[in-house]
């Protein structure tokens, strides 16, 4: 029996145990983990799991010209998270460890380093990190997925993550200095990072044609955010569940210059970079987010055309409280190119979320419609769309 399904198994009878159906509804308060202190240093401990079921149009056909119908069952987060503060309060540290798509089909089931770095927090308005840790940029990436509205991240998000780096991009060493003012009503994040490294094999174009890098620029990361005093997110939260209010504006700016690559005798190079802008608010039990990407890939390589893909989404929710459910809804816009002719998709996306202990213990229920104009990737020759049901339920103690 797959790991996935022996989880699962267990995840139910966690919640069927000893428990009556009106205890069943009752609604908990979240968890917070386990806390270790000794002296100065203390450690909070804690674990996420995400059981997953997706089922619908994830596969192609034998003769690839129409999607099939296919289930999968897996573990979509897997993470062992350690937390805490090193001699001083201001010393902070973060090791997460992951095994995440668990099970899910083509994947290697690895278990590795999710985030790994040391923060100095001088004061509010200015603290130090060092490590792997995202780069700061996309509004709803910097979200934690264990505070998601929505079971997955919008394609344009998800594709911008992949330009700035070969593995897992998003998530790399970085060097960043971050703050905020006027209690948070302005913030701020900058960072530095390798990005392409020499010996990276790069896709330029998302060809099949493979360049290996061998000099670059590092990458530059700016994003900034704005509020209203008064209306600052106490937490970055896409589903606050009735609590508090915020309005926030951010916008970044990521690029890293001078990628150069070899082929054979001659030498070609490229830059690239995004720009991308987000509004973001909840109130009582109303939450809603909008955001814009648009990134350049521009080469000297007269056999490669660049890349201008854009993408928007816009996405809202509204919390019954006593119910503790949660429709939601998100339309979705991306370019693939906008430089090409027919290259764009729309997203369709609803669903609703039930919190039996706010985002300690949830479940969610997705149905996702793509529509693929004639030139976008996705499309095949026989199917112009497809829809996927997805179920997730979340544990995070």
């Not at 997706?54 to 010209?65: A, L, M, P, Q």
């Not at 608010?281 to 893909?309: C, M, S």
Request: glycine residues 8%.
């Amino acid at each position: 029996m797959k790991m996935s399904k022996v989880i699962f198994a267990l995840f139910a009878l966690l919640l069927m145990s000893g428990q009556t159906q009106a205890a069943w509804f009752t609604p908990g308060e979240e968890t917070k983990g386990a806390a270790i202190t000794t002296n100065d240093t203390d450690m909070n401990i804690r674990v996420r799991l995400q059981p997953r079921y997706d089922h619908g149009n994830i596969v192609t056909s034998r003769d690839g010209k129409t999607y099939s119908t296919e289930s999968d069952l897996y573990l979509r987060r897997v993470r062992l998270e350690l937390t805490g503060t090193l001699a001083a309060k201001t010393i902070k540290y973060n090791l997460t460890l992951s095994a995440d798509k668990y099970d899910k089909a083509g994947n290697a089931n690895a278990l590795g380093i999710h985030t790994a770095f040391v923060e100095w927090a001088a004061n509010p308005a200015f603290s130090i990190i060092a490590g792997k840790e995202k780069l700061p940029y996309s509004r709803v990436s910097l979200t934690s997925s264990s505070r998601r509205l929505l079971i997955e991240n919008p394609v344009s998000t998800e594709a911008a993550k992949a330009i700035f780096g070969k593995s897992d991009p998003y998530y790399q060493s970085k060097f960043a200095v971050k703050g905020g003012f006027l209690d948070g009503a302005i913030a701020y994040e900058a960072a530095y990072a390798d990005g392409w490294a020499n010996g990276d094999a790069i896709q330029t174009n998302f060809s099949r044609t493979s360049y290996t890098v061998y000099r670059s620029k590092p990458v530059y990361c700016l994003r900034a955010e704005f509020s209203p005093p008064g209306w600052v997110e106490k937490k970055k939260s896409d589903a606050h569940l009735g609590k508090d209010a915020h309005l926030t504006f951010g916008m970044n700016h990521v690029e890293q210059g001078d990628i150069e690559y070899n082929l054979t005798t001659e030498t070609y190079g490229e830059s690239r970079k995004l720009l991308g802008y987000d509004l973001s608010g909840h109130y009582n039990g109303f939450t809603a987010q909008l955001e814009y990407n648009e990134w350049k890939i521009d080469t000297n390589d007269p056999r490669v055309v660049g890349l201008h893909p854009r993408g928007y989404y816009g996405q809202a929710g509204y919390y019954i409280d006593g119910l503790q459910l949660e429709p939601v809804v998100r339309y979705e816009f991306y370019n693939q190119d906008s430089k090409a002719v027919s290259k764009a998709e729309r997203d369709y996306t609803v669903g609703v979320n039930w919190y039996r202990m706010g985002h300690s213990l949830k479940f969610g229920v997705n149905w996702v419609r793509s529509v693929y104009q004639s030139n976008a990737s996705g499309r095949l020759t026989n199917d112009d769309k497809k829809d996927v049901f997805q179920a997730q339920a979340q544990m995070y103690y």
